[in-house]
């Protein structure tokens, strides 16, 4: 029976012996894995988790996190995975927001959280390391495949990260997907470098329990930290950001004689791959396919570019992914002739349920499909808010965002939330971030300031950004100019200041 809910699909897994994860040197078998979800997942009904409940998770990728994830779910409740790097108030919002009433965390998250926390009385905070299983299970919480499984927080345009909802549908759909177009198999030996709290990177666990294949978890510090892990546990997939390509490429010596025969499968997403990028991949990885891919959080993944396309169309996002539908609306609400820009409206199985708590939002995001198929009932389609263009084979070209969301290292960042924080040093009257164009970042933060007088040198700034906020939403570099260019109606003319840099660096 196809599984309908996420922890299903351990279920069908591999054998009890079969090894489903690998961290450091430690392996849990499927065998294991289901044993510690089922009593992780008591462990949570105990404390009272209803169905529907939030269960936050604040863990380094590890074992653990895996467990938590499938335990959340098997519990009837619905994860809400927070990225390790974060730091205690966006914790303190992600946890709020959400309406959390645990946190699987451990004893080192938890110091460093400092408290930041204790206002929130209702959430009841649980080691992820210790328990065991309780004498008699209770009766499992109910949930429909239609209903919520998890919410993947990412930044809004308000300054503040918003939640994602997840249905158990669409995470499935994205499983099947997935390993259908990458004919992912059971003997794959996958290495996971990106977050859980990315839905790119919870992927790549889902597709390997659905498949019974095994995932090797690793946080890598260096470029080599990965060469090294591909070739000990014969890696045959590994999926990344341009970052990640960028470093290996750049700052992994030993690439060059590293015996990574096995490596069959490369997939990026998360921004595009600069094409001297691809050449040295292939240069160092001959025998490797390279899949590049387009999606977004709202929708999962949108479109992909078999390997064989890429000397054909370099600047293409690819095609639609399978069971999906790939519509192009102009501006004046007509479907785009091929050539045509317009508006990346997704149809398909993985769109998801809208922003958590934020109707309004959902309702900008998740629009009434402007030209549903013959026959179909009424439904609601993604609008992405990327222009892109289609051409007469069904290919796509991403032109740019129609709003001002900066994509970088794969993670989608808010200028509003880098701007309070530049502004909260007191070093600035005014400050306004942009995103700017990267071959290794997707695009890199940039942020242009008005200073205040007497104001601290750039160095002192960064270093008290770097204690506010995450790695990823540091700018890169803090122009200083006299005044900031305004619009008509005395707003920040962020056009005006993308376009004059990035026109200066060409």
């Known amino acids: 029976m196809a599984p309908t809910l996420l922890h299903h699909l351990l279920d069908g897994a591999g054998a009890d012996d079969h090894p489903a994860v690998i961290e450091g040197t430690d392996t849990l078998t499927y065998g294991a894995f289901r044993a ?10 105990r404390l009272g988790l209803r169905p529907g409940d939030r269960v936050a998770i604040l863990l380094p990728k590890s074992i653990r996190e895996c467990v938590a994830i499938f335990a959340a779910s098997a ?44 206002d929130l009385s209702d959430l009841r905070v649980l080691d992820a390391e210790t328990g065991g299983e309780a004498e008699a299970p209770l009766t499992p919480g109910e949930a429909a495949p239609e209903g919520l499984a998890a919410i993947l927080y990412t930044s809004g345009s308000t300054g503040l990260p918003k939640g994602v909802m997840l249905s158990h549908a669409n995470l499935i759909a994205g499983t099947r997907i997935v390993r259908t177009y990458l004919g992912i198999g059971p003997e794959e030996r996958i290495l996971s470098v990106l977050p ?29 930290d990965v060469v090294r892990a591909l070739e000990t546990h014969r890696i045959t997939v590994l999926a990344g950001v341009p970052t990640l390509w960028t470093l290996l ?48 959080t709202e ?45 990346l409206h997704h149809r398909g199985p993985t769109v998801s349920l809208g922003y958590w708590k ?6 900008r995001v998740l629009v009434p499909d402007p030209f549903p198929p013959p026959g179909a009932a009424p439904g609601l389609v993604c609008r992405s808010g990327d222009l892109v263009v289609e051409d007469a084979e069904g290919y796509f070209r991403f032109i740019g965002r129609e709003d001002t969301m900066i994509k ?61 906020l995450a790695p990823h939403l540091v700018p890169r570099t803090i122009e200083a100019v006299p005044t900031l260019p305004t619009t008509p109606n005395g707003k920040v003319d962020y056009k005006r200041l993308t376009a004059e840099r990035a026109a200066a660096e060409i």
């Open 36 to 45: 510690r979800v089922a009593a992780l997942a008591e462990r949570l009904r």
């Open 75 to 118: 519990a009837g409740g619905v994860f809400v995975p927070i990225h390790p790097s974060l730091r205690p108030r966006q914790v303190h919002h992600i946890v709020a927001d959400s309406g959390a009433r645990v946190l699987l965390t451990d004893a080192g998250h938890a110091a460093g959280l400092d408290g930041a926390l204790d």
């Open 408 to 468: 970088t290292q794969g993670f989608r960042v808010s200028p509003t939330e880098v701007e309070a924080a530049l502004m909260e040093t007191g070093a600035f009257r005014a400050a306004a971030v942009i995103g700017l164009p990267d071959p290794s970042l997707g695009q890199r933060i940039h942020a242009v300031t008005v200073p205040a007088e007497g104001a601290p040198g750039t160095a002192d700034v960064l270093q008290s950004l770097r204690k506010a």
């Open 196 to 224: 859980f709290s990315f839905d790119y990177g919870l992927n790549q666990l889902l597709t390997s329990v659905e498949q019974g294949a095994r995932i090797v978890l690793l946080t890598p510090r260096l470029g080599d």
């Open 249 to 296: 490429t750049r700052a992994a010596p030993h690439l060059a004689t590293a015996d990574l025969s096995a490596l069959r499968l490369v997939t990026n997403s998360g921004g595009s791959l600069a094409l001297p990028t691809i050449a040295r991949l292939r240069a160092r990885l001959p025998h490797t396919r390279i899949v590049l891919m387009y999606g977004l």
């Open 358 to 363: 934020r109707p309004e939002d959902t309702a």
């Open 299 to 343: 929708a999962f993944r949108s479109t992909y570019l078999p390997p064989d396309e890429i000397d054909r169309r370099p600047d293409s996002i690819g095609r639609a992914i399978p069971e999906t539908d790939i519509v192009i609306v102009t501006a004046e609400g007509r479907r785009a002739k091929p050539g045509e820009p317009g508006i």
